[in-house]
């Protein structure tokens, strides 16, 4: 969000081919014009590959003990907390494995 509206910021409005009246960049134009990955894909790439250097661990690792063991103790009200799981499954969901 704030990404793409500096990056419009950036790179100004555009003028339209049919009409010639000036027009914001929608976030395809955006992102062809600053040549650099997007950012949420990056996060993702990166969370994902991390995961897997810990699924590789010893079973003695902190890391891995984090990863798959069930925290203690009691849970605070309102809205769960989102979990490191939580997030790698949906990032996998999103990529299709």
């Known amino acids: 969000m704030f990404q793409n ?6 790179f100004g409005p555009k003028r339209g081919e049919v ?3 000036w027009r914001k ?3 395809d134009e955006v992102n062809d014009q600053n040549f ?3 950012i949420v894909q990056v996060t993702k790439a990166r ?5 897997r250097h810990v699924a ?8 891995y003990r984090v ?8 849970r605070p009200h309102g809205r769960p907390r989102g979990r490191w799981k939580d997030n790698i499954k949906l ?3 999103g990529v299709g494995v």
């Open 5 to 10: 509206r500096a990056l419009r910021r950036k």
């Open 19 to 21: 009409t010639r009246e």
């Open 25 to 27: 960049l929608n976030n």
């Open 36 to 38: 650099s990955p997007n």
């Open 47 to 51: 969370r994902i590959r991390c995961t």
């Open 56 to 63: 590789c661990m010893a079973e003695k690792r902190g890391a």
């Open 67 to 74: 990863l798959v063991g069930k925290p203690e103790g009691k």
């Open 91 to 93: 990032d996998l969901q």
